[in-house]
């Protein structure tokens, strides 16, 4: 039996991810997923005319694709209506891309990530961490010295605009293709926010750095996108959370990650997800390691609808290794 210590923990423990807030939006895309959606969303984003391309394109994939049936060990996705999702919501705030102060936040937003432990964590134990709020990120800060060495951490939106090139070149061509599987189609139609992270060669970033990743609206979908490359013999540690707290309509999560391991690179991707019981968790993550290159993924994955999640890496050069560590815990 439990003892009635464990069962105050256990519920101050839930009740640290099922808090709500009330909703208070900029800009809210109309439920379902149309090609006036994914221009519409793009507008909002200022994005260059190749990435509208590419979400478009997308799209058509998504829409020929059929539902998936006979994945190994698939749950049942038949409540799983897009129409029935929000795609895409700007939180109200004044700075697109994120405030660079903490304090700039909307108050309410503050509250979210202060109970979460996000401040603190930054100021402790990381080297830079971003927020993420319903469709976008609030928040994004790089220790200067981090910087200084060309280190770039950022949002994905940021990292269109002012990395143009880096992004082009990786973002869902060579490592997660939108043709990869139904739901990758579906985010390459309507990702919106996450994290861009670059390291150059000979570069180790000895404190991890973090993004977390907020769905707090009934009914939403929420479609981040992460993009790490690190360069020949860097390092670097990455850690992501993500929650949502409950309702009766279901929340879907169908966020991508790709991470490009060079030649002789270590990188470590760790996520600790805690959703509640209305939500879909249906991720694609993958690596692409070359020669004496290492991933490793660490992740823990709790609450939830249904979570279908596959890490993969693929070991491109001779000497490339990876390593997985994954605990699942329903309910």
Not at 8 to 23: G, P, S, V, Y
Not at 111 to 123: N, S, V
Not at 157 to 178: G, I, N, Y
Request: net charge negative.
């Amino acid at each position: 039996m439990m003892s009635s210590e464990e069962h105050l923990q256990e519920t101050d423990t839930e009740a640290r991810f099922e808090f709500k807030k009330e909703e208070s939006s900029a800009f809210e895309a109309e439920k379902g997923l149309t090609e006036e959606t994914i221009r519409v969303i793009s507008e909002d984003k200022d994005e260059p005319e190749w990435m509208l391309e590419r979400r478009l394109r997308a799209l058509e994939q998504f829409q020929e694709m059929p539902m998936p049936t006979d994945w190994p060990g698939q749950p049942d996705l038949s409540e799983v209506d897009i129409d029935e999702i929000v795609p895409y919501i700007r939180p109200d705030i004044e700075t697109r891309g994120g405030a660079e102060s903490w304090e700039d936040l909307p108050e309410e937003i503050q509250d979210t990530f202060d109970k979460l432990g996000i401040p603190e964590a930054e100021k402790n134990a990381l080297s830079g961490v971003g927020a993420q709020y319903e469709s976008e990120i609030v928040y994004q800060n790089m220790q200067e010295r981090w910087e200084e060495k060309g280190v770039i951490f950022c949002d994905m939106d940021k990292a269109v605009q002012e990395h143009e090139e880096l992004v082009r070149e990786h973002f869902m061509t060579k490592c997660v293709p939108p043709s990869d599987n139904k739901f990758a189609a579906l985010h390459g139609a309507i990702w919106s926010g996450g994290s861009f992270v670059y390291v150059p060669e000979d570069t180790t970033v000895d404190m991890p750095v973090q993004a977390y990743f907020r769905m707090n609206s009934e009914g939403m979908g929420q479609f981040e996108h992460t993009l790490i490359i690190a360069e020949e013999n860097s390092e670097v540690h990455y850690i992501e959370g993500c929650s949502a707290p409950k309702y009766s309509a279901f929340n879907l999560h169908s966020g991508g990650v790709e991470v490009f391991v060079n030649e002789g690179a270590h990188v470590q991707y760790s996520t600790v997800q805690n959703w509640s019981k209305n939500t879909y968790n249906l991720n694609t993550k993958r690596a692409i390691a070359e020669k004496d290159a290492t991933m490793e993924w660490i992740s823990g994955s709790m609450g939830s609808k249904a979570t279908m999640l596959y890490p993969s890496t693929i070991l491109k050069g001779p000497g490339a290794t990876d390593n997985h560590i994954t605990i699942a815990f329903a309910g």
